[in-house]
C-alpha cells in the first residue's frame, strides 16, 4: 500500500493512503488532499499511477512544487523515500506504510493544526409515475387513477397529522396499532426501494382494514409541486374494475391544513346530490392522512376508502392511519433526500473528471526555446473554465502563443475551449501566415452552430532566429511589453479584430515586432482586470501596467508577483471570473 507519511505542516507522523489512480493536493474542498493554506493553489499537484509506477505532477501552481528540494515542472516519477513539498507541508512517499502509523484516507482536509474529515456525498435515484397536476380542474383518468375534484366535501372529522403518536386517542386498541407498526416496519426493513415500501405499505393497511375496497399514496413532487401517484391497491380485479378512485378535494385539504381526514357516506350526503361524476365514483367512506416533514413540508397522503355503507371507517381508523403515514412519511424524506445528494454525489464525481479532462488540455511544461524563459498561470472561477492557453512548437523552430477566452464561464464553456485546443493548433499547422490562421479559426467556429457565444483570442510566434514576434488579435485585451527600463506599454489595440465567431468572412491583421534583449511581454484574460473588490471596484488595467513597471525583472517571478497582487486587492472576495495568464522574456 502507497502512502505519504506527514514530516510537517500538520500532525507529524500521520500516514495517509495514496488513491491507486490520482490523488490531488490542493486548496479546494474537492481535491482527494485538502491543503488549507493560502499559499496552496486550489488544485497544485497530484499524484498519479501508471502501470504501478507512481508520478507526481505539478498543475501549473503559483508557488510549485518539490520533489527532494528541487522545483518540479511536468510529471516526475516518484521512488521510495522521496521528500515531497507543497508550500509549507511536507510529506514523505513510501511504498509501504509504516507498521506503527495511524492511516488516514484521502478526501480529508489539512491544515496546520491537522486534519479535518469533509463531507462525503451519497447517491441514488427515484422512479417517476403519471403526474397529477394539483392544479386540475377537470376529471383525471390515468391508468388505473380516476380522479375527481369538487369544491363540496363530506368531511365528518379532521384530526391534526402533526401530532406526535403519542397524542392520539387512547381509544385506539393497542393491538391493532401495534399490528400495523409492525407491519410498517417489516416493509421499511425488507423493502430495497421507495416503490416496493409503498406497494408493501398498502399491502399492510388492506391486511389491517378489512373493509377496505381502494388505497392509493400520492407523494408531491418536489421539482415540479405536482402530486405523483406512486401505488395503488383494489379488492375488485376479479369484477374486472380495477381502478382507484380519487377525490383531490379530501386530498388538498389533508396537504393544505395538515390534518388527517374521515368522510362518511358521500353518495347520502346532501352537499353531493349535484355532482354526478362524483357518485359516479361510488366512495362511501374514505380516510386520508398526509404525510409530513418539517424540511420539506407536505409529502404527499395516503388514502383508503370503502364502498360498503355498512362497514363504514370510524376515528380509531383515521388515528391508525396518521400513525402508519408518520412512519412512511419518514421512509419518503429519506430517499427524497438520499436522491438530492445522490445527485450531487454523480455532479461531483462528474465534474471531477471534467476537471482532469481540462488540466489535460494545458501544457504539461513551458517551452525550451533558445534564449527565452516563458511562465503561465491558470485558474478557473469554477471547478472548470473557459479560459485556453497553450504553447505550439511550429516545424520550421518558430514558438507559437495561443490565449483566449470564452464567453462565459463553467462547463458550457470548458466544452468550447476543449474543442478550441484541437482547432488552434490545426489552424495553426496548416497555414504559413498567423492571420490566415486567425482566419482559418475564425471560419470553422463561425459556422459551428454555438450560438451567441464568442470567443476572444490571442496568436503570438516568436522566432528565435530573428527575435521577432507576429501578434494577431481577435477582440482580446492587448498584450501589454515591458522594456528594459521599465517602460509598459500596450500593444495592438488599434490592429484588432471582432471576437471570433461573429462575422465569417473577417479579415485579421498581423504585426510584427523586434524583441530586444531582457524586453518582457504579459498576454492574459479579463479575470486578471476585472477582479473585483467591494464595493464593485476592479482590479482594472492601468493598476496592472503600474505594478508591471516595477515588478520582478524575470518573468516567472513576475507572473506570480501579478497574482499575489490581484489577491491582495481583492481583500478576500471570491474569484468572480477565470484567470489566465502567460508571460515570456527574451533574455538578456
Known amino acids: 500500500m502507497v502512502v505519504l507519511e506527514v514530516l510537517k505542516g500538520m500532525t507529524p507522523g500521520q500516514v495517509i493512503q495514496v488513491q491507486s489512480d490520482r490523488t490531488v493536493f490542493g486548496r479546494h474542498p474537492h481535491c482527494q488532499l485538502v ?44 521512488q521510495d523515500k522521496d521528500l515531497i513539498r507543497v508550500c509549507d507541508f511536507t510529506f514523505r512517499f513510501l511504498q509501504a506504510a509504516p507498521s506503527d502509523s495511524k492511516l488516514l484516507k484521502p478526501g480529508q482536509v489539512v491544515g496546520d493544526d491537522g486534519m479535518i474529515v469533509g463531507p462525503q ?57 401495534l399490528k400495523a407498526i409492525l407491519e410498517i416496519s417489516k416493509s421499511l426493513s425488507r423493502a430495497a426501494n421507495l416503490e416496493q415500501v409503498l406497494d408493501k ?36 380485479k376479479a369484477e374486472g374494475d380495477d381502478q382507484v378512485h380519487v377525490s383531490m378535494t379530501i386530498v388538498r385539504k389533508a396537504l393544505d391544513t395538515s390534518e388527517g381526514i374521515l368522510s362518511a357516506n358521500a353518495l347520502e350526503d346532501d352537499r353531493f346530490k349535484a355532482s354526478e361524476s362524483l357518485s359516479s ?33 370510524r376515528h380509531e381508523d383515521l ?38 479532462v481540462q488540466l489535460g488540455f494545458l501544457p504539461k ?6 534564449g527565452y524563459a516563458f511562465s503561465d498561470y491558470y485558474e478557473p472561477a469554477q471547478r472548470v473554465g473557459g479560459d485556453y492557453f497553450d504553447y505550439i512548437q511550429l516545424p520550421d523552430g518558430r514558438m507559437a502563443v495561443a490565449l483566449a477566452d470564452v464567453a462565459g464561464k463553467g462547463v458550457p464553456a470548458a466544452l468550447l ?21 486567425m482566419g482559418g479559426l475564425n471560419a470553422e467556429i463561425s459556422v459551428s452552430g454555438l450560438g451567441h457565444r464568442f470567443i476572444t483570442c490571442v496568436l503570438m510566434v516568436i522566432d528565435p532566429a530573428t527575435n521577432r514576434l507576429t501578434v494577431v488579435n481577435a477582440g482580446h485585451l492587448p498584450p501589454l511589453r515591458r522594456s528594459t527600463a521599465g517602460v509598459v506599454e500596450a500593444i495592438g489595440a488599434s490592429e484588432s479584430g471582432l471576437p471570433l465567431g461573429i462575422l465569417p468572412n473577417q479579415e485579421f491583421q498581423q504585426t510584427v515586432f523586434d524583441l530586444a534583449p531582457g524586453e518582457s511581454w504579459l498576454v492574459f484574460t479579463d479575470g486578471v482586470t476585472e477582479a473585483m473588490r467591494m464595493p464593485q471596484e476592479i482590479y482594472g ?48
Request: aromatic share 4%.
Open 365 to 370: 511544461s513551458r517551452p525550451k526555446l533558445p
Open 319 to 356: 388515528d391508525l392511519l396518521i400513525s402508519v403515514a408518520m412512519q412512511v412519511g419518514l421512509a419518503v424524506e429519506n430517499a427524497y433526500l438520499y436522491h438530492q445528494t445522490s445527485l450531487q454525489r454523480d455532479l461531483e464525481r462528474d465534474l471531477e473528471f471534467a476537471t482532469q
Open 417 to 437: 475551449m476543449a474543442r478550441l485546443y484541437s482547432s488552434v493548433r490545426y489552424h495553426l499547422l496548416s497555414h504559413a501566415d498567423l492571420n490566415m490562421a
Open 541 to 588: 488595467n492601468k493598476r496592472l501596467m503600474k505594478f508591471l513597471e516595477t515588478g520582478p525583472a524575470k518573468i516567472d517571478a513576475l507572473v506570480k508577483a501579478v497574482v499575489d497582487d490581484v489577491e491582495v486587492y481583492v481583500e478576500g472576495q471570491a474569484q468572480s471570473d477565470d484567470i489566465c495568464m502567460v508571460g515570456f522574456q527574451r533574455l538578456p
Open 281 to 313: 365514483l361510488r366512495i362511501r367512506s374514505m380516510i386520508c392522512a398526509p404525510m409530513l416533514s418539517k424540511e420539506l413540508g407536505p409529502l404527499g397522503v395516503i388514502q383508503i376508502t370503502t364502498n360498503d355503507v355498512g362497514a363504514q371507517l
Open 121 to 177: 456525498s451519497l447517491l441514488d435515484s427515484a422512479h417517476r409515475k403519471t403526474l397529477v397536476s394539483d392544479e386540475e380542474e377537470e376529471d383525471i383518468v390515468s391508468g388505473a387513477i380516476t380522479v375527481e375534484d369538487d369544491e363540496r366535501s363530506s368531511i365528518i372529522s379532521t384530526l391534526d397529522a402533526g401530532s406526535s403518536s403519542s397524542d392520539l386517542r387512547l381509544s385506539v386498541k393497542p393491538e391493532t396499532k
Open 35 to 78: 491543503l488549507d493554506n493560502a499559499a496552496v493553489s486550489r488544485y497544485h499537484a497530484q499524484i498519479v499511477e501508471v502501470h504501478g509506477d507512481y508520478f507526481i505532477e505539478d498543475l501549473r501552481s503559483r508557488n510549485g512544487t518539490h520533489v527532494n528540494e528541487e522545483l518540479i515542472e511536468g510529471r516526475r516519477q516518484l
Open 201 to 236: 405499505t398498502l399491502e399492510g393497511l388492506f391486511r389491517i382494514f378489512a373493509q377496505a375496497d381502494e388505497g392509493f399514496i400520492m407523494l408531491r413532487d418536489q421539482e415540479k409541486n405536482k402530486l405523483v401517484v406512486k401505488a395503488t391497491k383494489t379488492r375488485r
